[in-house]
């Protein structure tokens, strides 16, 4: 007997960030496409909404997009057409030490590193920004295949492979440097006396010279909308409050594509895995969570180092060492008393997000996967130790545990924003070592999400590699 009638080419389950990259690649290529989602709405882990105040936007997940601005992908797509408009700060980064002083990252690797007074800063970026096109062409692609550009990837993946720590002690000069690049190394949310934390802080301080550390205006919604209206205007659908639990629930396809887990795949499309394969999804690890709190503020944070009231982004937590261990802690399994915090002020770039004269905050601290402990206390202690006053300006807070990120977005397992681990080998080679990660066994069947190479952020490179493994299926089967 003949099965039901194939309704599309391709149809991808979940629409996230990834989820919508890759049927914007297929549709593109001329594929019917149709992208289910269990939300209300489509994003995944980049949303926004009024979740304190009227008038006040917030970002449930992602709130600065280095890696979106720097996507070869989403750049190719013209986004702008579609309302997308990166906002960018005067100063990328900053993070405050004790005594009123910060690190600051901006644009130039030079300005950095002269505002730093650590030339180290540019001999530890500098060329790897003059390459950046060649490395991210490299690095942001399947790992276990011939490099485009070896030299390129050689100089790259020689410091990457250290501790963050150990580089930034040999290749940094000063406090205020040290404790930087140990701040943007730590958005991997692991241990960073671990070999691989140093590649973190590289390709996110290289991302940020070469394409900056920007907000989207509006919130990060606007990313998703636009992606959605550039996929609605290649033919592509979306179906929104539909969870898929069982691969034959959904219609006919020449393929399907999972932006979930490792495991949801596994477990949506049951037999049609080889057990063998099912069983080493298993082994995929997840990391921490987070625990974030979000802030309707009277007006802007009184942070004491000036350049702090100029950033985007603003990583709390003081030195080098102190970041070192708020993150081992949290690596052990336990709450730090002391935790290194994470603040994005879009509304400093942004004024769309805040009635005029308040300001919006984002601030995320990480957690044991799992979490149910409120953690508001010592991120406002942390916040207060740098911006005396702050909690005077509160006019309200919405906090999210990680056990709540879990229900919100399955792919949040315990809370991991990650969509993994990102330590040891699984940093490169995720969901399972392999040449092509983005194909499964069964050759109708992809995974698409940031469980996959390249790993987390709003890029949507593990959408686009899958599809054009997709695509190749779909030739093929023509
Ligand atoms: C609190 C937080 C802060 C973050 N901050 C940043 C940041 O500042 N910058 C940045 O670049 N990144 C940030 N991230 C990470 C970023 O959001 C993710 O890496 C990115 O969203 C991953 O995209 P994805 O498409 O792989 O998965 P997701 O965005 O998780 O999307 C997966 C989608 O699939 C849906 N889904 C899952 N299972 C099913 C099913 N069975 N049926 C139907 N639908 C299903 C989900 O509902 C979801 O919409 C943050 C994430 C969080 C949670």
Same mark, same amino acid.
């Given at each position: 007997?003949?099965?039901p009638p194939i309704e599309y080419d391709a149809v991808i389950v979940g629409a996230g960030p990834n989820g919508l990259a890759a049927a914007a690649a297929l549709a593109g290529a001329g594929a019917s496409v149709l992208v289910v989602e269990q939300?209300?709405?489509?994003?995944?882990?980049?949303?926004?909404?009024?979740?304190?105040?009227?008038?006040?936007?917030?970002?449930?997940?992602?709130?600065?997009?280095?890696?979106?601005?720097?996507?070869?992908?989403?750049?190719?797509?013209?986004?702008?057409?579609?309302?997308?408009?990166?906002?960018?700060?005067? &100063?990328? /980064?900053?993070?405050?030490?004790?005594?009123?002083? =910060? +690190?600051?990252? !901006?644009? $130039?690797?030079?300005?950095? %590193?002269?505002?730093?007074?650590?030339?180290?800063?540019?001999?530890?970026?500098?060329?790897?920004?003059?390459?950046?096109?060649?490395?991210?062409?490299?690095?942001?692609?399947?790992?276990?295949?011939?490099?485009?550009?070896?030299?390129?990837?050689?100089?790259?993946?020689?410091?990457?492979?250290?501790?963050?720590?150990?580089?930034?002690?040999?290749?940094?000069?000063?406090?205020?440097?040290?404790?930087?690049?140990?701040?943007?190394?730590?958005?991997? &949310?692991? /241990?960073?006396?671990?070999?691989?934390?140093?590649? =973190? +802080?590289?390709? !996110?301080? $290289?991302?940020?010279?070469? %394409?900056?550390?920007?907000?989207?205006?509006?919130?990060?919604?606007?990313?998703?909308?636009?992606?959605?209206?550039?996929?609605?205007?290649?033919?592509?659908?979306?179906?929104?409050?539909?969870?898929?639990?069982?691969?034959?629930?959904?219609?006919?396809?020449?393929?399907?594509?999972?932006?979930?887990?490792?495991?949801?795949?596994?477990?949506?499309?049951?037999?049609?895995?080889?057990?063998?394969?099912?069983?080493?999804?298993?082994?995929?690890?997840?990391?921490?969570?987070?625990?974030?709190?979000?802030?309707?503020?009277? +007006?802007?944070?009184?942070?004491?180092?000036?350049?702090?009231?100029?950033?985007?982004?603003?990583?709390?937590?003081?030195?080098?060492?102190?970041?070192?261990?708020?993150?081992?802690?949290?690596?052990?399994?336990?709450?730090?008393?002391?935790?290194?915090?994470?603040?994005?002020?879009?509304?400093?770039?942004?004024?769309?997000?805040?009635?005029?004269?308040?300001?919006?905050?984002?601030?995320?601290?990480?957690?044991?996967?799992?979490?149910?402990?409120?953690?508001?206390?010592?991120?406002?202690?942390?916040?207060?130790?740098?911006?005396?006053?702050?909690?005077?300006?509160?006019?309200?807070?919405?906090?999210?545990?990680?056990?709540?990120?879990?229900?919100?977005?399955?792919?949040?397992?315990?809370?991991?924003?990650?969509?993994?681990?990102?330590?040891?080998?699984?940093?490169?080679?995720?969901?399972?070592?392999?040449?092509?990660?983005?194909?499964?066994?069964?050759?109708?069947?992809?995974?698409?999400?940031?469980?996959?190479?390249?790993?987390?952020?709003?890029?949507?490179?593990?959408?686009?590699?899958?599809?054009?493994?997709?695509?190749?299926?779909?030739?093929?089967?023509?």
């Amino acid at each position: 007997m003949p099965g039901p009638p194939i309704e599309y080419d391709a149809v991808i389950v979940g629409a996230g960030p990834n989820g919508l990259a890759a049927a914007a690649a297929l549709a593109g290529a001329g594929a019917s496409v149709l992208v289910v989602e269990q939300d209300e709405r489509p994003g995944g882990g980049c949303r926004s909404a009024e979740l304190t105040l009227p008038g006040f936007v917030h970002d449930v997940c992602s709130a600065v997009h280095p890696t979106g601005a720097a996507s070869p992908f989403l750049r190719s797509l013209a986004l702008s057409e579609h309302g997308l408009s990166w906002l960018h700060p005067e &100063v990328l /980064a900053a993070h405050p030490l004790d005594g009123g002083s =910060a +690190g600051v990252l !901006l644009r $130039g690797v030079q300005d950095t %590193a002269r505002a730093l007074d650590d030339p180290g800063w540019r001999r530890l970026l500098g060329p790897l920004v003059t390459r950046w096109d060649d490395v991210s062409d490299s690095v942001l692609g399947p790992l276990l295949r011939l490099p485009r550009h070896p030299l390129a990837l050689a100089a790259f993946g020689v410091r990457a492979l250290w501790p963050a720590t150990t580089l930034a002690r040999r290749a940094l000069g000063t406090d205020a440097g040290r404790a930087l690049f140990a701040g943007i190394a730590a958005h991997s &949310v692991t /241990a960073l006396e671990r070999p691989l934390t140093a590649a =973190a +802080g590289i390709m !996110l301080a $290289g991302a940020g010279h070469a %394409a900056g550390w920007p907000v989207a205006r509006g919130g990060s919604q606007a990313i998703v909308d636009a992606l959605g209206a550039h996929l609605a205007s290649l033919g592509g659908r979306i179906e929104t409050g539909r969870l898929v639990t069982r691969i034959d629930e959904l219609p006919r396809a020449r393929a399907v594509l999972f932006d979930t887990t490792p495991q949801a795949m596994a477990d949506i499309a049951g037999e049609r895995l080889p057990a063998r394969y099912r069983h080493r999804l298993t082994r995929f690890r997840y990391g921490p969570g987070v625990f974030k709190i979000d802030y309707a503020l009277d +007006g802007p944070v009184p942070w004491t180092a000036e350049p702090c009231r100029r950033a985007g982004t603003v990583h709390v937590g003081g030195t080098l060492d102190e970041v070192a261990s708020a993150e081992a802690e949290v690596a052990r399994g336990r709450h730090p008393e002391r935790p290194f915090v994470l603040v994005a002020q879009q509304s400093v770039v942004d004024p769309t997000r805040a009635p005029s004269g308040k300001h919006t905050l984002w601030v995320y601290c990480h957690v044991p996967a799992g979490s149910t402990l409120d953690m508001t206390g010592a991120i406002e202690a942390q916040l207060e130790r740098f911006a005396p006053g702050f909690s005077d300006l509160v006019l309200a807070r919405a906090v999210t545990t990680s056990v709540e990120l879990a229900t919100y977005n399955p792919n949040c397992v315990g809370g991991d924003i990650g969509g993994g681990a990102n330590d040891g080998l699984q940093l490169l080679f995720r969901p399972i070592m392999s040449p092509h990660p983005h194909r499964t066994p069964a050759p109708d069947i992809f995974l698409c999400s940031s469980s996959t190479h390249p790993g987390g952020g709003v890029h949507g490179m593990c959408g686009y590699w899958a599809a054009r493994e997709a695509l190749r299926h779909l030739e093929g089967a023509a």
